[in-house]
């Protein structure tokens, strides 16, 4: 059940020079002074909105981050309350993460010494930065353009390196700046829709649109942000409209498997609950599509209160006859499942959630969390061995056999881990997988709190093995090294 992999993104971090900005921190404004309610689904959880409505099966209300229905069933009661409206979980999610580079940079024509002074020495120069900032202060347009340029080098030196949190960061303040420009709007968009946060980034293409209707990279980062939100019809729409605009081999590509989706799921039934939208086969026993919802709600919380995040936008589950499966997903034929930014599952002949069935569930389901959680940069060692950890598989079976292929230096080496499976031998994947495994296993043994650290590197740091080192000061032979020792002291027998 890899497939995380299909879709973990462009790996070359292209040469991206400018951003910014962005007015207004998405996910910040509750309607202040409204009134709220609570939905009290069954599971304990919470929501708070207003304009609650009950139709057709559904609760809905409207939420800062839209609105949101969940289906009846899952519902225990609502709450009327005559407070003003709290806090709801700021909108993002489930990277439906397409390989799509950045828009093309926004030139600062003789900005090199402002960059130059913002970046030097492999590092941005934070004092500098304040300066170009003070100066913008006092409202002179070329102080306002030396601060955007002085932002869009600090963020194009944080992309460089691969920590879209700071470029993000950056790029905002830019954009604060220059609220107006178009690539500054573009660029932020870009970045929000890496972390998952489709809605916010809509926004600010809306506003990119206002002031360049016929933008070609407008339209392909719609679609992006259509096809995150599920909006298959959307997608499909904002995706043809870009290519006639400028046709781009990226958008081709993922227009061709937008199609594709929307085509096989036209008649599809659609169920959803707090945290998911899930499509299925009329086929399908409508009894097993809520049981797969019921079942990946608790999943979502347990799976968040271990590492400590949450995706913050519904994430699209369907449910496959294997035929349809097949077709869809064109992988290699030990896939069983697949996570490829929607959570795409073969449920021919079941009519209820078997073991295996909600095993195969919460492993994708991890994918989906650790994806958002790293910004689509998790090595794949890492994303399985977490979510097969998740799912509760332990090493037990595998132990003897992987101590003697590291006794013999016979174990794969975890660079060759980190990317793409899908090209591996058959003989290997199992292995892949088992190595993958022990690893988690061992560091959550050592302390659950290593593996969030460890999460949380990997989406700043260059390198997973740079992720590693800053996180647990181990490299990766270390690492391979401790996981052999913890499987022979906790399953093998000592001589
Ligand atoms: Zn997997």
């Given at each position: 059940m890899p497939g995380w992999s299909l879709i973990r993104?462009?790996?070359?971090?292209?040469r991206w020079r400018t951003l910014a900005i962005l007015a207004v921190a998405v996910g910040?404004?509750?309607?202040?002074?409204a009134h709220a309610d609570t939905i009290v689904l069954k599971n304990g959880r919470r929501i708070v909105g207003d304009s609650v409505t009950r139709e057709y099966g559904k609760v809905s209300c409207e939420t800062p981050a839209g609105r949101i229905s969940i289906s009846?069933?899952?519902?225990?009661r609502i709450e009327k309350d005559d407070l003003p409206v709290a806090v709801y979980p700021p909108p993002n999610t489930s990277?439906?993460?397409?390989?799509i580079a950045p828009p093309p940079p926004d030139e600062h024509p003789g900005m090199e010494p402002v960059a130059r002074e913002a970046v030097h020495d492999g590092a941005i120069d934070r004092a500098a930065l304040a300066r170009f900032e003070a100066a913008a202060a006092s409202g002179s347009s070329e102080a306002v353009k030396r601060a955007v340029a002085a932002h869009s080098a600090a963020a194009d030196f944080s992309f460089a390196r691969g920590d879209l949190t700071a470029a993000l960061a950056q790029s905002e303040r830019a954009l604060a700046l220059d609220p107006g420009q178009v690539p500054l709007l573009l660029n932020v968009a870009y970045l929000r829709l890496r972390g998952g946060e489709y809605a916010g980034a809509l926004d600010l293409l809306d506003r990119a649109r206002r002031a360049a209707p016929d933008s070609a990279d407008a339209a392909k980062l719609a679609g992006w942000a259509d096809y995150g939100l599920n909006r298959l019809p959307q997608a499909v729409a904002e995706w043809k409209r870009a290519q006639q605009l400028r046709p781009d081999a990226e958008v081709a590509k993922a227009l061709a498997k937008a199609q594709q989706d929307l085509e096989v799921e036209s008649n599809y039934l659609e169920g959803e609950s707090a945290h998911f939208v899930l499509r299925y086969n009329g086929t399908a026993a409508p009894e097993l599509a809520r049981a797969v919802l019921l079942v990946l709600e608790d999943d979502f919380q347990s799976i968040a209160q271990n590492l400590e995040f949450a995706p913050r936008e519904p994430i699209a589950v369907i449910l496959y006859t294997s035929q349809a499966f097949g077709d869809i997903t064109?992988?290699?034929?030990?896939?069983?499942a697949l996570n490829d930014g929607r959570i795409r599952i073969p449920v021919q002949g079941l009519d209820s959630v078997t073991p295996e069935l909600a095993r195969v569930l919460k492993h994708e389901l991890t994918h989906s969390f650790v994806a958002e959680k790293t910004h689509g940069r998790c090595p794949v060692w890492l994303q399985e061995g977490l979510a097969q950890w998740m799912e509760g598989k332990r090493s037990g079976d595998s132990a003897a056999a992987l101590v003697a292929l590291y006794d013999r230096h016979d174990d794969l080496s975890l660079t060759l881990l980190e990317?793409?499976?899908?090209?591996?031998p058959g003989e290997v994947v199992g292995q892949a997988y088992a190595w993958s495994l022990a690893i988690v296993e061992a560091m959550e043994a050592s302390g659950p709190a290593d593996i969030e650290r460890l999460l949380e590197r990997v989406a700043v740091e260059v390198t997973p093995e740079g992720a590693l080192r800053s996180s647990q000061h181990l490299d990766y032979s270390e690492v391979t090294r401790a996981t052999a020792e913890y499987l022979r002291s906790t399953y093998l027998r000592r001589p």
């Open positions: 993104g462009t790996k070359k971090l292209r910040a404004s509750a309607p202040a002074g009846e069933s899952l519902v225990l990277a439906a993460n397409l390989a064109r992988a290699p034929s030990w896939v069983g990317g793409t499976w899908m090209s591996l």
